[in-house]
């Protein structure tokens, strides 16, 4: 049959997958198709689009007419016109190559290709299709398991990424239109656990492309906040304060000791099977992330990645009080390269601290994470720790010098919070700093700042406080003949004060991650609590703090403390009761006793 031929017989168009059709022949037929539709004679067109809408691609004749006309279509997009041709546009916008054979794929990826490439009509359209593959039809979803399905996955997914470069390449406009639609379609929380783990995956295969060279911060912004998401979604204080009598030093111990056992999902404030998703559905996110993250190091682009992942944080972390997870991706960037993202992040967290162009509370969250990454990072130097620490010492001496008269916790917040970082840091980390004579010398201004009128031994929360002080006797910090303790109370009116409604002085960001996979990864380079008292008690079993001066009467006290004290918690459980608070302390010796006074409360 003859090109003349083929532009006049109506039946011609079922012949396009005939071998005896040259390539140019075929493409003159599908012109002719679509050029019907202007002269009122659309027969030839709607046989086009019934081709283009046929189910029945197990028919090897069908998929050879079909692989026939998508590429002949890519020869003529100059031809299609987004009015006349609404319903083949719209036909070819519903395919999914999930549904295709591998020949069917490609041609369909390349007429793509050609119509985001041809006219700007048609770029958004091209895009969102091609997106709409990062969320698997729920046969691949529950098949997933099989081998088969995993290579028609990966077959799918490398020819959606080809095709996302490629248009990229040739419409420079194309990764700004992407990056809105990539947040758009990104699947809510009440999907299937693994539709959210797949598209976050291909969002982080795309940070790794040549689009994540103009998008990457964007992309790291649409993960953390479905991660930020994700915790928030967790009703974490069911799960952790069930129980009022837990202290600040809680739960560590323990978890050591049920190591292996599985969070009660059960407890969670939603139904147990959708608590379930969520709960995996952030521990698979969180692992995934990690596992990008090496991905960067090993490709020598860690660096830049951090700034973007700082921001991240910055804008949906650092003031959100209630993540208990999400914040784990800083500190992991920071172990895969201590040296350089390890300093940065610490100096980041001090430079919004001593900024006072910042709110408030974004400051005292600032110095919360701070103090909590210094004490948990097993991969910092001491050096790093006692340098961090001595600028902190400074900065509340220099507080201490200028403040005016005003003693009200809540006029003072920013110090509070500087003080209470130091005391947590010094929990953890105070035999490896006293045992350096230059950095033990950098805390000497940090008696007289406890000892200060603002009383911050007063105000910070107990628990660190008696923490803090059973230490700093122990290793020798102050030359004082007696200490005190909050027996195992967690907290007082006045810390409530300083905390603000945030409660930031119950804020502890970087306490054990509760999630198994992802604390898994994390372990290795994280210092927990029984590290700390184990250390301690091999080296302190005769240091004794003594109340009063009764060494006998609190011998059973002490031991309360060290009950309370070997175990950390999240966040402490609100139970104090002021009057015994102030009743107590009116005993202490005068020598280290907290003002009472009336203009010091």
Known sequence: MGASEALTDPSSLYDVGNNDLSDTETVLTVRNALASVHNEESDLYDQLVETIQTNNRSDHAVAAQLDTLLKALSGSVGCIDIVHHK???SSIFRMSLWDNKPHIMDALVDLLISLAATSGKYLDSCLNMLIRHFVPPPWVIDRLSQGRVIDQKREVLSRVHEALLKISVLVPLAPSRLLPMLAQQLPKTNKK??????????????ESSSIGHVGGSMIFMMVMERLRDLDLEIDWDDILQDDSSRGMFDMELEDAMNEGDELPLGSLNQDTSSGKIVFESLDKLMVTTFDHLEACKDAGRLDQVFEKLFE??????????????????????????????????????????????????????AVAYLASYLARGKFLHVSYVASMLKRLVDECADYCRICNDDIRPEAHQIFYSGCQAIMYVLCFRMRSILDVPRFRSELIPLESILMHKLNPLMVCLPSVVAEFLKQAKAGGLFVVSDSFIFDDLLESELSRAFGGCERLDTFFPFDPCLLKSSNSVISRNFIYWPMVINQDDDEEDDAEIIVNGDEESDEEEEGDLDYAMNKMSITPKHSFKNKMERDRLMKMPSMIRPSTSPESL
């Open 87 to 89: 319903r083949l546009l």
């Open 193 to 206: 656990d693994k539709v959210v783990v797949i598209y976050v995956e291909n969002l982080l295969k795309l």
């Open 312 to 365: 991240s944080f910055e804008n949906f972390i650092l003031n959100t009080y209630k993540s208990k997870v999400s914040q784990f991706l800083m500190f992991y960037a920071c172990s895969l390269d201590p040296e350089n993202c390890g300093v940065k992040f610490g100096i980041k967290l001090l430079d919004i601290f001593l900024s006072t162009n910042k709110p408030r509370p974004t400051r005292m969250s």
